[in-house]
């Protein structure tokens, strides 16, 4: 009798899953028409009763079967998410992901490779090896061998940056400005370096005196970490500058471009990253304005050899011999063992859409940005703060103080009509918009300044 695999039946493979499929796609349809908007309404103790409803017996002695077990939770969870496909669910860096991205996830999760060892993902470890070379090379063109590894964002993509410079260098003090990424202080924590020394990478005067000032105190090196996007604004740090005051002091430079690095993709807007190719290591984060679903991160570097502190040899993983009878090391490519081929959905999306395509989108949402600060400019009851970098608007009700500015965003978010952010800049606090649907309407901005509009107090 011939082998059947497990995959032809049962309850695993592409037999199990479709009438699965169909089960899914309905409560979540289902769940979008139960919320009724951008995010549920009711607040915390609302969707807190609901989700105590669907879950009932977490673990009960005898189960209830498939369908109803994932109905009712997927039904419960759509009802009460909050939707980053909504335009109006614009507070952070969440964005809607492609369809395509999806189903290349649900193939990632459905044949489940370990990206730990060759033999676990013998085709996905190979996918990944030419898309890190690739999107690495999108950042270094003219590096020697760059290359670029899977992160789960941002955090991670940041904290091995200062693993790495550690490694290298030792002991080292950071130089950050005040809007870089609090991952970056929690870093240094979890590395036991010194807490980083703050300045305004904005002002060269103030960086060189800063490194200046560190150079003849300590004989220890200097990591500089520049940004490219911040979370509260999306402005972009003057990189060219920061690169060669960094270079006088023969310092490295990170920066972070979690948000804005996808700019690379657009024709109009890759100038805006013009100095990234000088950093020592670069952070992207494909599940902001990449549209991929979570997680999508990568660490890019100017050469492979950069990558070598992170070498690990496990036997049942990496074994000596299997190395050198060519079997591909994997290990040395992550701090975490087992991964998923994360890789799968970006590969799905850079050959689907291209650069222009990606390019495309990135332009869309940063017109819609402009689009909402046109709005606010001309408004005679709202404020602008500035203009915006990337795609992220700050705005508030004339004269509002703080404390009512806030209070318009817990109400719109508690009744559900829309869920903006919060920031301070200038001493105030700002109502926050980050803009990631590239499908965002004039139309759709008018509501969401007519919805401020009607919430400020009078």
Known sequence: MPHTPPLAGGITGPDALRPLLALVLDALGE????????????????????????????????????????????????????????????????????????????????????????????????????????LAHEVYPRGAAPDALVTTGGTESNQLALLLARERHGPFRTVCGNTAHHSVRRAAWLLGLPEPVITDVHDQAALDATLAGLTAHADSPLLVVATAGTTDTGRIDPLPAIADTVGRYRAELHIDASYGGPLLFSADRRHLLTGLDRADSVTLDLHKLGWQPVAAGLLAVPDTARLAPLEHTAEYLNADDDTDAGLPDLLGRSLRTTRRPDILKIAVTLRALGRTGLGALVDRTCAAAHDLADLVEKHPRLELYERPPLSTVLFRPTGATDDETAEIRRSLLTQGRAVLGRAHADGRLWLKATLLNPHTTPEVLETLTRLVEGSTPR
């Open 31 to 134: 769940g979008a028409v139960a919320r009724g908007g951008p995010v549920p309404a009711g607040g915390p103790g609302a969707v807190a009763a609901r989700v105590r409803h669907a879950a009932g017996d977490v673990l009960p002695e005898h189960g209830d079967g498939a369908v109803h077990a994932l109905r009712t939770l997927v039904r419960a969870v759509a009802h009460g998410a909050a939707d980053p496909a909504d335009p109006l669910c614009a507070a952070h860096l969440h964005t809607p992901p492609l369809a395509l991205a999806v189903a290349a996830d649900l193939a990632a999760s459905a044949l489940n490779p370990s990206m730990d060892s060759w033999d676990q993902a013998p085709a996905a470890s190979e996918l990944e090896a030419q898309v890190t070379r690739v």
